[in-house]
């Protein structure tokens, strides 16, 4: 692919030179900005948004002596879109602060004289002979071309892909006695040129401008540097006992003078300079913060958190509940035995007590204590933790019968120890949960297995079953209505007939062995009484049971006459039913 192309390049808005000759940059800088370039922070610029078509340089006003060396540090963003465009230059020119051009001169395309650091994102085969990959190369008055000629100075070098979203290190080194021009990146040195730029580039004149370009075409890209402003710094020791001294050297890296290192401590105190030390006397943890100030005002901050007092600890037991005869494993974080020494107590349920897990056996609940002593600061910390020991519950489960008819509304009696919370489940799919020893309800209508959880703070748990028959209960009574063959169980329920009497009003008593009884014709009866008397009211028969009979005698055994007399009877049936009945009948021979 081949990028756009407009020839026309932005008009520059202000050409503002500013001679300052012996120095590589003065320590109170201004830029010039042209084109699409704007200022995003105190040190940052924008040279192009990521819209197509855009151009945008930024230049330092103030001349920059090439007799002199220079290092000079940014950062550097390329964008997001792997597939963007154009990227961006480091140049030195000395027409002025605001030229610029579009395209895939990346903004310092014909610009005449110049020495520019080209990160070209975008391939173009024609007619700048490109590598397909993202790549840096040094040119010489604008011409991007690596054809070889005098313009081809260095490269192109291929990197890695840098539209990655990320911020960049570029580092620029420029020594005249030996006239090298180097180029690092993300601290990688990927670029070198040897050549006396002052006299082969910019004709003897050893005063140039430098600063940043871009461009965009018909692809687009983000493209922003900042001057490198990164406040750094690092303690003698992160930690400390109180009344110690931490000494704190700065390695803060800045693309001009620093010319401010202001420090808090966190505890309310603050110094100033390079390389300061402070005196912790508080325990806590300090949050140490150094403020960077350059030549343009700039800041940038960087924190430390400074713990001060006992090393960092945290205890744990696994587990921290236990029952009667288990263990639990203690650990005390941050394990550094190289660093650390360890005292354990009680010592009398502890496998050890100089290491950072010990293994503790407790038979009821204790704390345990362990003190770190760094050997180093000497600083000694304590910490502890309570390992629960709960007794193991025993449940039981009391029943009056195993065995019951259907459907049984059934007692459980709860005879648990040790438990604090009981758990049901009766198999019918009815469940309780219950906090006390209260007698459970319900109703048993299948064969069925009955469990009982017993818990002691949900950390110990005992299980017990019952197991509940169902019989086949019924009327077990063939004499009763609703008898039930099948039943092997009599249930009560038997249900019987009320009793019917029939009275016959005459019987023949000799001897024959027809009608020589008088008895009652009685069906569904428990017990009869029977009474006969004659007509002066004598007894002459009297008895009770199942069927009594007369047989005409009287009751001292001799022939009663011939006669009329007089029958009265009490019948009782299954279910205490009474039927009384009297009557009239004939004895005849």
Not at 145 to 171: K, Y
Not at 218 to 225: A, T
Not at 369 to 379: A, E, K, P, R
Not at 460 to 486: K, R
Request: some cysteine; proline content about 6%.
């Amino acid at each position: 692919m081949l990028h756009y192309y407009r020839n026309s390049a932005f008009l520059p808005s202000i050409i503002f030179v500013l001679f300052f000759i012996g120095m590589p940059f003065l320590s109170i800088s201004q830029f010039q900005m042209n084109g699409s370039a704007s200022q995003t922070s105190c040190n940052c610029y924008q040279l192009t948004p990521d819209i197509t078509w855009q151009a945008g340089s930024v230049w330092n006003v103030n001349l920059i002596d090439l007799n002199q060396p220079f290092d000079f540090n940014f950062e550097m963003f390329l964008g997001c879109d792997d597939g963007g465009a154009d990227g961006m230059v480091f140049a030195l020119q000395s027409v002025g602060v605001g030229v610029g051009t579009n395209g895939n001169g990346m903004g310092l395309g014909g610009v005449s004289p110049s020495f520019g650091v080209f990160f070209d994102t975008f391939q173009n085969v024609t007619p700048d002979n490109d590598p397909f990959a993202d790549h840096v190369s040094i040119n010489s008055n604008g011409n991007v071309n690596h054809d070889g000629g005098p313009n081809d100075l260095a490269g192109p070098v291929v990197l890695p892909n840098i539209e990655d979203c990320n911020w960049h290190d570029l580092q620029v080194v420029w020594d005249p006695a030996t006239t090298t021009f180097q180029v690092y990146m993300d601290g990688a040195l990927y670029i070198t040129y040897v050549g006396d730029i002052i006299n082969t580039i910019f004709g003897g004149n050893p005063n140039v401008y430098w600063g940043f370009t871009s461009a965009t075409g018909g692809l687009d890209n983000h493209h922003n540097f900042c001057t490198k402003l990164e406040a750094d710094f690092i303690p003698s020791s992160p930690i400390g006992c109180p009344g110690d001294v931490i000494s704190f050297a700065d390695t803060s890296e800045s693309f001009g003078v620093i010319t401010n290192w202001d420090w808090d401590f966190g505890d309310g105190n603050t110094a100033t300079g390079a390389n300061v030390s402070h005196t912790f006397n508080n325990l806590g943890t300090f949050d140490v913060t150094l403020t960077i100030t350059d030549g343009l005002g700039c800041t940038d901050s960087y924190v430390v958190p400074v713990t001060i007092g006992t090393p960092p600890m945290s205890v744990s037991a696994t587990p921290q509940d236990l029952c009667v005869g288990e263990s639990a494993q203690l650990l005390v974080q941050p394990g550094v035995p190289s660093t650390y020494t360890y005292s354990w107590s009680p010592a009398g349920t502890l496998n050890q007590t100089t290491i950072t897990d010990p293994v503790a056996s407790p038979s009821s609940s204790t704390t345990y204590y362990v003190s770190i002593t760094d050997v180093n600061s000497g600083c000694t910390g304590t910490d502890s933790i309570e390992v629960n020991v709960y007794e193991i519950p025993e449940a039981s489960i009391f029943l009056t019968a195993n065995f019951v008819c259907a459907p049984f509304d059934m007692n459980f009696e709860n005879n648990s120890t040790n438990a604090t919370t009981f758990y049901w489940d009766f198999g019918n799919g009815s469940t309780a949960t219950v906090n006390d020893l209260s007698t459970q309800v319900s109703v048993m209508d299948q064969n069925t297995v009955v469990t009982l959880i017993a818990s002691n703070n949900d950390v110990c748990f005992d299980t017990t079953q019952a197991e509940i028959f169902i019989l086949d209960c019924g009327c077990t009574d063939p004499l009763a209505v609703n008898y039930n063959p099948s039943a092997t169980t009599d249930d009560g329920t038997c249900q019987y007939p009320i009793p019917t009497v029939v009275a016959p009003n005459v019987f023949t008593p000799n001897g024959d062995q027809s009608n020589d009884f008088y008895e009652l014709d009685v069906m569904h009866a428990e017990s009869v009484n029977l009474i006969i008397v004659n007509r002066w009211g004598n007894v002459m028969y009297e008895a009770t049971g199942t069927n009594p009979k007369w047989d005409g005698t009287d009751l001292s055994g001799a022939e009663a006459n011939e006669g009329t007399y007089f029958y009265k009877y009490l019948v009782t049936g299954s279910e205490g039913d009474i039927i009384e009945g009297h009557g009239f009948l004939e004895l005849m021979r």
